[in-house]
Protein backbone atom coordinates (compact mmCIF):
# COMPACT_ATOMS: atom_id res chain seq x y z
CA UNK A 1 0.00 0.00 0.00
CA UNK A 2 1.22 3.37 -1.17
CA UNK A 3 2.83 5.64 2.21
CA UNK A 4 0.75 8.55 3.29
CA UNK A 5 1.55 11.86 2.68
CA UNK A 6 0.59 14.75 5.38
CA UNK A 7 0.00 17.62 2.95
CA UNK A 8 -1.81 21.05 3.12
CA UNK A 9 -5.43 20.88 3.71
CA UNK A 10 -7.10 21.44 -0.09
CA UNK A 11 -10.17 23.71 -0.20
CA UNK A 12 -13.15 20.66 -0.05
CA UNK A 13 -11.36 19.30 2.90
CA UNK A 14 -11.44 22.60 4.72
CA UNK A 15 -14.82 22.97 4.57
CA UNK A 16 -15.51 20.31 6.53
CA UNK A 17 -12.53 20.69 8.87
CA UNK A 18 -10.87 17.15 7.60
CA UNK A 19 -7.47 16.14 7.38
CA UNK A 20 -6.12 15.64 4.12
CA UNK A 21 -4.23 13.40 2.90
CA UNK A 22 -2.93 12.08 -0.16
CA UNK A 23 -0.79 9.04 -1.64
CA UNK A 24 2.21 9.26 -2.99
CA UNK A 25 2.15 9.95 -6.66
CA UNK A 26 -1.38 11.24 -7.06
CA UNK A 27 -2.94 14.31 -7.82
CA UNK A 28 -6.25 14.39 -5.79
CA UNK A 29 -6.28 13.72 -1.77
CA UNK A 30 -7.99 10.25 -0.92
CA UNK A 31 -11.13 12.23 0.20
CA UNK A 32 -11.81 14.00 -2.84
CA UNK A 33 -10.88 11.02 -4.91
CA UNK A 34 -13.45 9.09 -3.51
CA UNK A 35 -16.06 11.86 -3.53
CA UNK A 36 -15.12 13.08 -6.87
CA UNK A 37 -14.21 16.14 -5.37
CA UNK A 38 -12.28 19.36 -6.88
CA UNK A 39 -8.64 19.17 -4.76
CA UNK A 40 -7.24 22.47 -5.26
CA UNK A 41 -5.04 23.49 -2.84
CA UNK A 42 -4.69 27.10 -1.51
CA UNK A 43 -1.38 28.65 -0.26
CA UNK A 44 -1.62 30.88 3.13
CA UNK A 45 -2.16 34.29 1.95
CA UNK A 46 0.84 35.87 3.90
CA UNK A 47 1.68 39.00 1.67
CA UNK A 48 2.50 38.44 -2.41
CA UNK A 49 2.88 34.62 -3.24
CA UNK A 50 3.93 33.57 -6.72
CA UNK A 51 1.11 31.59 -7.66
CA UNK A 52 -1.15 34.24 -6.65
CA UNK A 53 -2.83 37.47 -8.21
CA UNK A 54 -4.55 40.85 -6.83
CA UNK A 55 -7.52 41.52 -8.38
CA UNK A 56 -8.17 45.74 -8.76
CA UNK A 57 -12.50 45.15 -8.54
CA UNK A 58 -12.46 42.47 -5.80
CA UNK A 59 -9.89 43.52 -3.88
CA UNK A 60 -8.63 40.41 -2.64
CA UNK A 61 -5.78 37.44 -3.93
CA UNK A 62 -7.58 34.62 -5.78
CA UNK A 63 -5.23 31.31 -6.63
CA UNK A 64 -4.43 30.87 -10.37
CA UNK A 65 -4.97 27.56 -11.50
CA UNK A 66 -3.51 24.02 -10.48
CA UNK A 67 -2.42 21.44 -12.13
CA UNK A 68 -4.55 18.23 -12.02
CA UNK A 69 -2.73 14.90 -12.36
CA UNK A 70 -3.33 15.49 -16.07
CA UNK A 71 -0.91 18.08 -16.16
CA UNK A 72 -3.37 20.75 -17.64
CA UNK A 73 -4.34 23.99 -16.22
CA UNK A 74 -7.58 23.76 -13.43
CA UNK A 75 -9.47 26.91 -12.33
CA UNK A 76 -11.21 26.53 -8.35
CA UNK A 77 -14.83 27.39 -10.59
CA UNK A 78 -17.03 27.25 -7.81
CA UNK A 79 -15.15 29.18 -5.45
CA UNK A 80 -14.95 31.87 -7.96
CA UNK A 81 -18.88 31.84 -8.52
CA UNK A 82 -20.56 35.17 -7.59
CA UNK A 83 -23.77 34.25 -7.30
CA UNK A 84 -26.37 31.91 -7.41
CA UNK A 85 -28.00 32.65 -11.17
CA UNK A 86 -26.97 30.68 -13.89
CA UNK A 87 -24.15 33.15 -15.44
CA UNK A 88 -22.22 32.50 -12.53
CA UNK A 89 -22.81 29.07 -11.57
CA UNK A 90 -22.42 27.47 -14.81
CA UNK A 91 -18.55 27.37 -16.86
CA UNK A 92 -17.30 30.36 -17.03
CA UNK A 93 -16.40 29.97 -20.66
CA UNK A 94 -19.84 28.53 -22.05
CA UNK A 95 -20.68 32.06 -20.83
CA UNK A 96 -18.24 34.21 -22.25
CA UNK A 97 -18.58 32.87 -26.18
CA UNK A 98 -18.28 29.38 -26.41
CA UNK A 99 -22.39 28.70 -24.94
CA UNK A 100 -23.27 25.54 -25.68
CA UNK A 101 -24.02 21.87 -23.97
CA UNK A 102 -20.72 20.14 -24.04
CA UNK A 103 -18.89 22.99 -22.27
CA UNK A 104 -21.47 23.90 -20.29
CA UNK A 105 -21.22 19.91 -18.66
CA UNK A 106 -17.49 19.66 -18.95
CA UNK A 107 -15.48 19.23 -16.07
CA UNK A 108 -12.39 21.27 -17.58
CA UNK A 109 -14.09 24.48 -16.01
CA UNK A 110 -11.34 27.08 -17.42
CA UNK A 111 -9.39 25.25 -20.26
CA UNK A 112 -8.84 25.50 -23.79
CA UNK A 113 -10.33 22.92 -25.06
CA UNK A 114 -9.20 23.83 -28.85
CA UNK A 115 -5.64 24.62 -28.54
CA UNK A 116 -3.96 25.37 -31.60
CA UNK A 117 -0.48 26.76 -32.88
CA UNK A 118 0.01 30.45 -32.65
CA UNK A 119 2.47 30.09 -35.59
CA UNK A 120 0.36 28.68 -38.33
CA UNK A 121 -1.07 30.46 -40.71
CA UNK A 122 -5.00 29.66 -40.62
CA UNK A 123 -6.94 28.04 -43.53
CA UNK A 124 -9.08 30.65 -45.90
CA UNK A 125 -5.82 32.90 -45.96
CA UNK A 126 -6.28 34.75 -48.98
CA UNK A 127 -2.51 35.15 -49.71
CA UNK A 128 -1.97 31.26 -49.38
CA UNK A 129 -4.47 30.30 -51.94
CA UNK A 130 -3.26 32.73 -54.06
CA UNK A 131 -6.00 35.62 -54.39
CA UNK A 132 -3.35 38.22 -53.95
CA UNK A 133 0.51 38.02 -53.67
CA UNK A 134 2.12 39.38 -50.69
CA UNK A 135 3.57 42.55 -51.90
CA UNK A 136 0.04 44.05 -53.05
CA UNK A 137 -1.25 42.59 -49.97
CA UNK A 138 1.01 44.86 -48.32
CA UNK A 139 0.50 47.83 -50.16
CA UNK A 140 -3.60 47.46 -50.24
CA UNK A 141 -3.10 47.37 -46.39
CA UNK A 142 -1.08 50.68 -46.51
CA UNK A 143 -3.63 52.10 -48.60
CA UNK A 144 -6.62 50.81 -46.08
CA UNK A 145 -4.80 52.61 -42.76
CA UNK A 146 -4.25 55.67 -44.75
CA UNK A 147 -6.70 56.25 -46.47
CA UNK A 148 -9.98 54.25 -45.68
CA UNK A 149 -9.68 53.89 -41.53
CA UNK A 150 -9.65 57.47 -40.52
CA UNK A 151 -13.54 57.26 -41.83
CA UNK A 152 -14.65 54.43 -39.76
CA UNK A 153 -11.78 54.76 -36.79
CA UNK A 154 -11.83 50.49 -36.46
CA UNK A 155 -8.10 49.08 -36.95
CA UNK A 156 -5.39 50.57 -34.87
CA UNK A 157 -1.93 51.35 -37.61
CA UNK A 158 -0.18 49.98 -35.05
CA UNK A 159 -1.13 46.84 -33.95
CA UNK A 160 -2.92 45.59 -37.62
CA UNK A 161 -0.15 45.28 -39.20
CA UNK A 162 -0.01 42.58 -42.41
CA UNK A 163 1.40 39.86 -39.66
CA UNK A 164 -1.14 40.10 -37.15
CA UNK A 165 -3.91 40.44 -39.92
CA UNK A 166 -2.81 36.85 -41.37
CA UNK A 167 -4.00 35.57 -37.46
CA UNK A 168 -7.36 36.33 -39.46
CA UNK A 169 -8.24 35.73 -42.54
CA UNK A 170 -11.81 36.77 -42.51
CA UNK A 171 -10.52 40.47 -40.98
CA UNK A 172 -8.00 40.34 -43.78
CA UNK A 173 -9.59 39.82 -47.04
CA UNK A 174 -12.18 42.19 -45.60
CA UNK A 175 -9.48 44.90 -45.26
CA UNK A 176 -8.34 43.75 -48.81
CA UNK A 177 -11.25 43.69 -50.46
CA UNK A 178 -12.27 47.28 -49.55
CA UNK A 179 -8.92 48.53 -50.16
CA UNK A 180 -9.14 46.83 -53.51
CA UNK A 181 -12.51 48.27 -54.11
CA UNK A 182 -11.55 52.10 -54.45
CA UNK A 183 -7.98 51.39 -55.48
CA UNK A 184 -7.76 48.34 -57.70
CA UNK A 185 -11.34 46.91 -59.09
CA UNK A 186 -9.50 43.68 -60.73
CA UNK A 187 -8.63 41.92 -57.95
CA UNK A 188 -12.28 43.21 -55.73
CA UNK A 189 -14.35 40.59 -57.12
CA UNK A 190 -12.53 37.70 -56.12
CA UNK A 191 -11.33 39.07 -52.57
CA UNK A 192 -15.10 40.03 -52.08
CA UNK A 193 -16.09 36.16 -53.46
CA UNK A 194 -13.64 35.15 -50.95
CA UNK A 195 -14.94 37.59 -47.58
CA UNK A 196 -18.34 36.34 -48.41
CA UNK A 197 -17.33 32.90 -47.99
CA UNK A 198 -15.04 33.39 -44.70
CA UNK A 199 -18.49 34.86 -43.54
CA UNK A 200 -20.50 32.12 -44.03
CA UNK A 201 -17.90 29.45 -42.39
CA UNK A 202 -17.77 31.76 -39.52
CA UNK A 203 -21.30 31.75 -39.20
CA UNK A 204 -21.95 28.33 -39.65
CA UNK A 205 -19.42 27.23 -37.36
CA UNK A 206 -20.11 30.13 -34.63
CA UNK A 207 -17.12 31.58 -34.52
CA UNK A 208 -16.51 34.33 -32.18
CA UNK A 209 -13.46 37.09 -31.75
CA UNK A 210 -12.72 40.52 -31.81
CA UNK A 211 -11.43 40.22 -35.35
CA UNK A 212 -14.60 38.44 -37.09
CA UNK A 213 -16.45 41.41 -35.53
CA UNK A 214 -14.55 43.50 -37.49
CA UNK A 215 -14.64 41.83 -40.13
CA UNK A 216 -18.29 41.52 -40.38
CA UNK A 217 -18.39 45.43 -39.65
CA UNK A 218 -16.51 46.23 -42.61
CA UNK A 219 -18.68 44.11 -44.53
CA UNK A 220 -21.48 46.66 -44.26
CA UNK A 221 -19.45 49.89 -45.13
CA UNK A 222 -18.78 49.86 -48.91
CA UNK A 223 -21.37 47.33 -49.36
CA UNK A 224 -22.74 46.81 -53.03
CA UNK A 225 -25.88 48.70 -53.98
CA UNK A 226 -28.18 46.00 -53.89
CA UNK A 227 -27.14 44.22 -50.43
CA UNK A 228 -29.52 44.67 -47.72
CA UNK A 229 -27.70 43.12 -45.04
CA UNK A 230 -26.33 45.81 -42.73
CA UNK A 231 -28.87 45.99 -40.16
CA UNK A 232 -28.87 42.36 -39.41
CA UNK A 233 -25.16 41.93 -40.41
CA UNK A 234 -24.47 45.30 -37.55
CA UNK A 235 -27.13 42.98 -34.98
CA UNK A 236 -25.19 40.02 -35.27
CA UNK A 237 -21.81 41.91 -34.31
CA UNK A 238 -23.53 43.07 -31.06
CA UNK A 239 -24.72 40.00 -30.06
CA UNK A 240 -21.33 38.28 -30.66
CA UNK A 241 -19.80 41.36 -28.86
CA UNK A 242 -22.16 40.90 -25.88
CA UNK A 243 -21.16 36.99 -26.08
CA UNK A 244 -17.62 37.66 -25.27
CA UNK A 245 -18.78 40.10 -22.46
CA UNK A 246 -18.06 43.28 -23.93
CA UNK A 247 -20.99 44.68 -22.50
CA UNK A 248 -19.37 44.51 -19.03
CA UNK A 249 -15.85 46.33 -20.27
CA UNK A 250 -13.68 48.64 -18.26
CA UNK A 251 -12.30 51.91 -18.83
CA UNK A 252 -9.15 50.66 -16.78
CA UNK A 253 -8.59 47.15 -17.78
CA UNK A 254 -5.48 48.22 -20.10
CA UNK A 255 -3.99 50.37 -17.21
CA UNK A 256 -3.33 47.12 -15.02
CA UNK A 257 -0.01 46.49 -13.98
CA UNK A 258 2.15 43.91 -15.47
CA UNK A 259 0.91 44.42 -19.39
CA UNK A 260 2.98 44.96 -22.20
CA UNK A 261 2.18 47.47 -24.82
CA UNK A 262 0.98 44.90 -27.00
CA UNK A 263 -1.22 43.68 -24.68
CA UNK A 264 -2.58 46.80 -23.74
CA UNK A 265 -3.66 47.47 -27.50
CA UNK A 266 -5.35 44.31 -27.59
CA UNK A 267 -7.17 45.40 -24.94
CA UNK A 268 -7.67 48.85 -26.52
CA UNK A 269 -8.29 47.37 -30.18
CA UNK A 270 -11.55 45.49 -28.22
CA UNK A 271 -12.85 48.70 -26.80
CA UNK A 272 -12.56 50.96 -29.93
CA UNK A 273 -14.49 48.37 -31.61
CA UNK A 274 -17.21 48.13 -28.57
CA UNK A 275 -17.11 51.97 -29.18
CA UNK A 276 -17.63 51.49 -32.80
CA UNK A 277 -20.35 49.02 -32.37
CA UNK A 278 -22.48 51.62 -29.90
CA UNK A 279 -22.10 54.68 -32.69
CA UNK A 280 -23.17 52.30 -35.62
CA UNK A 281 -26.04 50.91 -33.30
CA UNK A 282 -27.57 54.40 -32.63
CA UNK A 283 -26.73 55.77 -35.96
CA UNK A 284 -28.72 52.56 -38.27
CA UNK A 285 -31.43 53.32 -35.30
CA UNK A 286 -31.82 56.80 -35.89
CA UNK A 287 -31.86 56.20 -39.53
CA UNK A 288 -34.12 53.13 -39.82
CA UNK A 289 -36.56 53.54 -36.64
CA UNK A 290 -35.76 50.75 -35.21
CA UNK A 291 -34.59 50.35 -31.45
CA UNK A 292 -30.75 50.35 -30.38
CA UNK A 293 -29.73 46.71 -28.78
CA UNK A 294 -26.52 48.42 -26.99
CA UNK A 295 -26.90 50.02 -23.39
CA UNK A 296 -24.36 52.56 -21.76
CA UNK A 297 -21.52 51.42 -19.77
CA UNK A 298 -18.79 52.81 -17.57
CA UNK A 299 -16.53 52.50 -21.02
CA UNK A 300 -19.49 54.19 -23.39
CA UNK A 301 -19.81 56.72 -20.41
CA UNK A 302 -15.88 57.71 -20.01
CA UNK A 303 -14.91 58.26 -23.59
CA UNK A 304 -14.92 60.98 -23.79
CA UNK A 305 -11.30 60.95 -22.62
CA UNK A 306 -10.45 57.30 -23.69
CA UNK A 307 -8.70 59.07 -26.62
CA UNK A 308 -6.27 60.96 -24.45
CA UNK A 309 -4.29 57.11 -23.55
CA UNK A 310 -0.87 57.50 -24.38
CA UNK A 311 -1.68 54.04 -26.59
CA UNK A 312 -4.25 56.17 -28.25
CA UNK A 313 -4.55 56.36 -32.54
CA UNK A 314 -5.21 59.38 -34.21
CA UNK A 315 -8.13 58.03 -35.28
CA UNK A 316 -9.55 57.80 -31.63
CA UNK A 317 -10.75 61.44 -31.16
CA UNK A 318 -13.35 61.49 -34.31
CA UNK A 319 -14.90 57.76 -32.82
CA UNK A 320 -14.92 59.34 -29.46
CA UNK A 321 -16.69 62.55 -30.66
CA UNK A 322 -19.44 60.35 -32.57
CA UNK A 323 -19.68 58.72 -29.06
CA UNK A 324 -19.95 61.79 -26.73
CA UNK A 325 -22.99 62.87 -29.95
CA UNK A 326 -24.58 60.01 -29.33
CA UNK A 327 -24.72 59.92 -25.90
CA UNK A 328 -25.94 63.97 -26.14
CA UNK A 329 -29.28 63.12 -28.51
CA UNK A 330 -29.94 59.40 -26.75
CA UNK A 331 -33.44 59.40 -25.90
CA UNK A 332 -34.30 63.28 -27.16
CA UNK A 333 -36.03 62.02 -30.25
CA UNK A 334 -38.77 60.49 -28.49
CA UNK A 335 -39.22 63.12 -25.73
CA UNK A 336 -39.57 65.74 -28.54
CA UNK A 337 -42.80 64.24 -30.20
CA UNK A 338 -44.32 66.98 -30.39
CA UNK A 339 -47.65 64.72 -29.39
CA UNK A 340 -46.06 64.21 -26.37
CA UNK A 341 -45.05 67.60 -25.12
CA UNK A 342 -46.86 71.21 -25.48
CA UNK A 343 -45.09 72.96 -28.41
CA UNK A 344 -43.21 75.02 -26.04
CA UNK A 345 -41.55 73.14 -24.20
CA UNK A 346 -39.91 71.12 -27.28
CA UNK A 347 -38.77 74.77 -28.64
CA UNK A 348 -36.80 75.18 -25.39
CA UNK A 349 -35.67 71.62 -25.51
CA UNK A 350 -34.45 72.26 -28.88
CA UNK A 351 -32.97 75.85 -28.40
CA UNK A 352 -30.90 74.04 -25.37
CA UNK A 353 -29.62 71.06 -28.06
CA UNK A 354 -29.00 73.64 -30.38
CA UNK A 355 -26.50 74.86 -28.05
CA UNK A 356 -25.14 72.01 -26.60
CA UNK A 357 -24.39 70.32 -30.40
CA UNK A 358 -22.57 73.76 -31.43
CA UNK A 359 -20.69 73.02 -27.80
CA UNK A 360 -20.07 69.28 -29.31
CA UNK A 361 -18.84 70.62 -32.40
CA UNK A 362 -16.39 73.01 -31.36
CA UNK A 363 -15.11 71.16 -28.56
CA UNK A 364 -14.24 68.05 -30.76
CA UNK A 365 -13.31 70.28 -33.49
CA UNK A 366 -10.67 71.80 -31.54
CA UNK A 367 -8.85 68.73 -30.56
CA UNK A 368 -8.15 67.89 -34.19
CA UNK A 369 -5.52 68.67 -36.64
CA UNK A 370 -5.28 71.77 -38.89
CA UNK A 371 -6.48 70.95 -42.30
CA UNK A 372 -3.38 71.21 -43.49
CA UNK A 373 -2.80 68.09 -41.97
CA UNK A 374 -3.85 64.52 -43.13
CA UNK A 375 -7.15 63.20 -42.59
CA UNK A 376 -8.97 65.72 -43.47
CA UNK A 377 -11.78 64.20 -43.18
CA UNK A 378 -12.41 64.27 -39.65
CA UNK A 379 -13.11 68.04 -39.97
CA UNK A 380 -15.42 66.86 -42.46
CA UNK A 381 -17.45 64.13 -40.76
CA UNK A 382 -17.68 66.22 -37.81
CA UNK A 383 -19.31 69.10 -39.47
CA UNK A 384 -21.50 66.96 -41.42
CA UNK A 385 -22.75 64.44 -38.60
CA UNK A 386 -23.42 68.25 -36.57
CA UNK A 387 -25.89 69.31 -39.53
CA UNK A 388 -27.47 66.08 -39.68
CA UNK A 389 -28.35 65.92 -35.93
CA UNK A 390 -29.95 69.07 -36.20
CA UNK A 391 -31.79 68.40 -39.51
CA UNK A 392 -33.28 65.49 -37.55
CA UNK A 393 -33.79 67.32 -34.67
CA UNK A 394 -35.34 70.57 -36.16
CA UNK A 395 -37.50 68.63 -38.65
CA UNK A 396 -39.64 67.01 -35.10
CA UNK A 397 -42.26 69.92 -34.90
CA UNK A 398 -43.29 69.57 -38.32
CA UNK A 399 -43.92 66.31 -38.24
CA UNK A 400 -47.29 67.28 -36.12
CA UNK A 401 -50.00 66.88 -38.45
CA UNK A 402 -52.38 68.53 -35.92
CA UNK A 403 -52.92 71.83 -35.62
CA UNK A 404 -51.53 73.47 -32.16
CA UNK A 405 -53.04 77.20 -32.31
CA UNK A 406 -56.46 78.41 -33.78
CA UNK A 407 -55.30 80.30 -36.69
CA UNK A 408 -53.08 79.88 -40.07
CA UNK A 409 -51.12 82.66 -39.11
CA UNK A 410 -50.85 81.78 -35.42
CA UNK A 411 -49.41 78.36 -36.25
CA UNK A 412 -46.88 79.58 -39.00
CA UNK A 413 -45.70 82.12 -36.05
CA UNK A 414 -45.26 78.93 -33.73
CA UNK A 415 -42.91 76.60 -36.47
CA UNK A 416 -41.04 79.23 -38.64
CA UNK A 417 -38.18 78.65 -36.62
CA UNK A 418 -38.26 74.99 -37.04
CA UNK A 419 -38.80 75.78 -40.59
CA UNK A 420 -36.02 77.82 -41.24
CA UNK A 421 -33.29 76.03 -39.19
CA UNK A 422 -34.16 72.81 -40.65
CA UNK A 423 -34.17 74.28 -44.06
CA UNK A 424 -30.32 75.54 -42.60
CA UNK A 425 -29.05 72.43 -41.87
CA UNK A 426 -30.16 70.44 -44.71
CA UNK A 427 -28.52 73.18 -47.14
CA UNK A 428 -25.61 73.07 -45.29
CA UNK A 429 -25.05 69.67 -45.20
CA UNK A 430 -24.69 69.52 -49.14
CA UNK A 431 -22.91 72.89 -49.68
CA UNK A 432 -20.27 70.94 -47.32
CA UNK A 433 -20.41 68.08 -49.97
CA UNK A 434 -19.88 70.53 -52.70
CA UNK A 435 -16.75 71.74 -50.55
CA UNK A 436 -15.69 68.75 -50.12
CA UNK A 437 -15.04 66.50 -53.09
CA UNK A 438 -12.01 65.48 -52.72
CA UNK A 439 -12.98 63.53 -49.25
CA UNK A 440 -16.13 61.92 -51.06
CA UNK A 441 -14.65 58.74 -53.00
CA UNK A 442 -14.26 56.98 -50.23
CA UNK A 443 -17.00 57.92 -47.46
CA UNK A 444 -19.00 54.67 -46.51
CA UNK A 445 -22.37 54.02 -47.12
CA UNK A 446 -23.99 56.66 -44.50
CA UNK A 447 -22.70 59.53 -46.03
CA UNK A 448 -24.66 58.73 -48.82
CA UNK A 449 -27.80 58.07 -47.20
CA UNK A 450 -27.78 61.26 -44.73
CA UNK A 451 -26.81 63.38 -48.28
CA UNK A 452 -29.92 61.85 -49.86
CA UNK A 453 -31.95 62.67 -46.64
CA UNK A 454 -31.02 66.04 -46.90
CA UNK A 455 -31.62 66.75 -50.41
CA UNK A 456 -35.12 64.97 -50.03
CA UNK A 457 -35.51 66.83 -47.11
CA UNK A 458 -35.54 70.54 -49.28
CA UNK A 459 -37.64 69.22 -52.17
CA UNK A 460 -40.36 67.75 -49.85
CA UNK A 461 -40.10 71.23 -48.01
CA UNK A 462 -40.50 73.25 -52.15
CA UNK A 463 -43.23 70.91 -52.39
CA UNK A 464 -45.80 71.44 -49.08
CA UNK A 465 -44.69 74.81 -48.14
CA UNK A 466 -47.18 77.95 -49.33
CA UNK A 467 -46.09 79.76 -52.67
CA UNK A 468 -44.58 82.50 -51.16
CA UNK A 469 -42.47 80.80 -49.22
CA UNK A 470 -41.44 78.13 -52.31
CA UNK A 471 -40.80 81.31 -54.00
CA UNK A 472 -37.93 82.86 -51.29
CA UNK A 473 -36.32 78.95 -51.08
CA UNK A 474 -36.35 77.31 -53.94
CA UNK A 475 -33.50 79.31 -55.97
CA UNK A 476 -31.21 77.68 -52.75
CA UNK A 477 -32.35 74.31 -52.56
CA UNK A 478 -32.20 73.76 -55.86
CA UNK A 479 -29.04 75.26 -56.65
CA UNK A 480 -27.52 73.04 -53.78
CA UNK A 481 -28.88 70.25 -55.10
CA UNK A 482 -27.67 70.71 -58.54
CA UNK A 483 -24.49 71.02 -57.13
CA UNK A 484 -24.10 68.40 -55.12
CA UNK A 485 -25.40 65.81 -57.97
CA UNK A 486 -22.44 67.30 -60.09
CA UNK A 487 -20.14 67.06 -57.35
CA UNK A 488 -20.55 63.18 -57.24
CA UNK A 489 -20.85 63.05 -60.89
CA UNK A 490 -17.25 64.79 -61.29
CA UNK A 491 -15.75 61.83 -59.38
CA UNK A 492 -16.29 59.56 -62.42
CA UNK A 493 -16.97 56.94 -60.21
CA UNK A 494 -17.40 53.70 -61.53
CA UNK A 495 -20.65 52.55 -62.58
CA UNK A 496 -22.08 50.46 -59.84
CA UNK A 497 -20.22 52.69 -56.83
CA UNK A 498 -22.37 54.76 -54.10
CA UNK A 499 -20.74 57.91 -55.73
CA UNK A 500 -22.61 57.04 -59.36
CA UNK A 501 -26.07 55.86 -57.47
CA UNK A 502 -25.80 59.26 -55.49
CA UNK A 503 -25.61 61.47 -58.62
CA UNK A 504 -28.05 59.72 -60.59
CA UNK A 505 -30.41 60.17 -57.32
CA UNK A 506 -29.66 63.89 -57.09
CA UNK A 507 -30.47 64.22 -60.40
CA UNK A 508 -33.64 62.57 -60.69
CA UNK A 509 -35.23 64.35 -57.75
CA UNK A 510 -34.85 67.69 -59.92
CA UNK A 511 -36.14 66.23 -62.58
CA UNK A 512 -38.99 65.27 -60.78
CA UNK A 513 -39.35 68.01 -58.99
CA UNK A 514 -39.55 70.00 -62.24
CA UNK A 515 -42.17 67.95 -63.38
CA UNK A 516 -44.36 67.53 -60.14
CA UNK A 517 -43.82 71.73 -59.52
CA UNK A 518 -45.75 72.42 -63.27
CA UNK A 519 -48.36 70.63 -62.38
CA UNK A 520 -49.19 71.68 -59.15
CA UNK A 521 -47.59 75.05 -58.04
CA UNK A 522 -49.35 76.76 -61.54
CA UNK A 523 -52.81 76.61 -59.29
CA UNK A 524 -53.85 76.37 -55.68
CA UNK A 525 -52.64 73.68 -53.81
CA UNK A 526 -55.00 70.60 -54.01
CA UNK A 527 -56.24 68.40 -51.32
CA UNK A 528 -57.54 64.95 -52.39
CA UNK A 529 -61.31 64.18 -51.23
CA UNK A 530 -61.83 61.28 -49.25
CA UNK A 531 -64.03 59.79 -51.86
CA UNK A 532 -61.51 60.12 -54.21
CA UNK A 533 -58.13 59.20 -51.83
CA UNK A 534 -59.12 57.42 -48.99
CA UNK A 535 -56.22 55.60 -46.81
CA UNK A 536 -58.16 52.30 -47.81
CA UNK A 537 -57.83 52.55 -51.29
CA UNK A 538 -54.61 53.66 -51.60
CA UNK A 539 -53.37 50.69 -49.45
CA UNK A 540 -55.11 48.38 -52.10
CA UNK A 541 -53.13 50.41 -54.72
CA UNK A 542 -49.64 49.92 -53.32
CA UNK A 543 -47.62 47.17 -52.89
CA UNK A 544 -44.58 48.13 -50.87
CA UNK A 545 -41.95 45.60 -50.45
CA UNK A 546 -40.66 44.73 -46.45
CA UNK A 547 -37.95 47.04 -44.81
CA UNK A 548 -35.72 44.26 -45.63
CA UNK A 549 -35.32 45.95 -48.73
CA UNK A 550 -33.11 48.88 -47.39
CA UNK A 551 -29.74 48.85 -49.35
CA UNK A 552 -27.74 51.96 -51.24
CA UNK A 553 -29.17 50.96 -54.11
CA UNK A 554 -32.78 50.27 -53.32
CA UNK A 555 -32.39 53.88 -51.62
CA UNK A 556 -30.93 56.08 -54.53
CA UNK A 557 -32.05 53.89 -57.83
CA UNK A 558 -35.63 54.71 -58.65
CA UNK A 559 -39.22 52.80 -58.52
CA UNK A 560 -42.86 53.75 -59.14
CA UNK A 561 -44.34 52.68 -55.65
CA UNK A 562 -47.32 55.19 -55.69
CA UNK A 563 -50.27 55.90 -58.99
CA UNK A 564 -49.55 59.53 -60.32
CA UNK A 565 -52.15 62.13 -58.97
CA UNK A 566 -51.81 64.83 -61.13
CA UNK A 567 -54.61 63.75 -63.21
CA UNK A 568 -56.84 62.42 -60.74
CA UNK A 569 -60.48 63.78 -60.31
CA UNK A 570 -62.55 64.54 -57.56
CA UNK A 571 -60.27 67.40 -55.92
CA UNK A 572 -60.82 71.03 -54.44
CA UNK A 573 -58.86 73.80 -53.52
CA UNK A 574 -57.69 74.48 -49.79
CA UNK A 575 -55.41 77.37 -49.80
CA UNK A 576 -55.94 77.53 -46.10
CA UNK A 577 -54.49 74.43 -45.33
CA UNK A 578 -50.97 75.88 -45.65
CA UNK A 579 -48.98 75.51 -42.50
CA UNK A 580 -45.69 74.23 -42.07
CA UNK A 581 -47.44 71.65 -39.17
CA UNK A 582 -48.40 69.96 -41.93
CA UNK A 583 -44.93 69.86 -43.98
CA UNK A 584 -44.65 66.24 -43.42
CA UNK A 585 -47.89 64.81 -43.41
CA UNK A 586 -50.07 63.41 -45.23
CA UNK A 587 -50.21 65.33 -48.78
CA UNK A 588 -50.44 62.42 -51.39
CA UNK A 589 -49.72 64.58 -53.87
CA UNK A 590 -46.10 65.43 -53.32
CA UNK A 591 -45.45 61.85 -51.94
CA UNK A 592 -45.72 60.86 -55.57
CA UNK A 593 -42.70 63.14 -56.30
CA UNK A 594 -40.46 60.85 -54.17
CA UNK A 595 -42.11 57.34 -55.42
CA UNK A 596 -40.44 58.64 -59.25
CA UNK A 597 -37.18 59.63 -57.35
CA UNK A 598 -36.96 56.65 -55.39
CA UNK A 599 -38.16 57.09 -51.89
CA UNK A 600 -40.61 54.57 -49.65
CA UNK A 601 -43.71 56.22 -48.14
CA UNK A 602 -44.59 53.28 -46.33
CA UNK A 603 -41.42 52.42 -44.66
CA UNK A 604 -40.30 56.07 -43.84
CA UNK A 605 -36.30 55.48 -46.05
CA UNK A 606 -35.26 55.75 -49.57
CA UNK A 607 -36.20 53.42 -52.32
CA UNK A 608 -35.77 52.23 -55.21
Known sequence: MPDKLQVKACLSCRKVKMKCVTSEGSGKCDRCSRKSLPCVVREHCRGRKPGMRLTRKEGHRQDRPVATAS???????????????????????????????????????GTDPRPSDSHAVPAGDPIVLGLINMQVASSLLEYFIEKINPYISQLDPAL?????????????????????????????????????????????????????????????????????????????????????????????????EGLTDLQRRGIRNIERTFLVLFVYDRSLSLQTGKPWMIDRNELIDGAESWWRDELASHNDQLLCAFVALRLLT????????????????????????DTRIDAWQAKWLSTLPSPAVKNTCHTFMMKFYG????????????????????????????????????????????QLVVESSDLLYLAQDSIHVMAAYAAVFLIKLLLSSPPAVTSEIESIATKVIR????????????????????????????????????????????????????????????????????????????????????????????QASYSFGSLLGDDEGAWDFFAQAGFNIEEGVFSC
Open 330 to 353: ADIFDLLTPSKVPAPRVERLLAIL
Open 160 to 256: HTLTYLRKSPFLLTTVLAASAKAFSSTLYPALAAHAESLFTQCFRRGEKSPEIIQAILLTTYWKEPNDTRAWTSVGLAIRIAIDLGWHRLSPTASHK
Open 387 to 430: FHTRLQLFSIPLQDKKPRTTTTDQRQIHEIKPFWLSFQNATAML
Open 483 to 574: DAAGTFAGLSAPANSSCTFQARFLENILLEYTRIRSGRFDTPRRRPQPSAFSSDSMQEQVTVQPSSRLSLGFMLGGEELRPSLDSSPGVEYD
Open 71 to 109: GRPRADFFAESESFQPHSLLSHQAMKGRFSLQNILSVDH
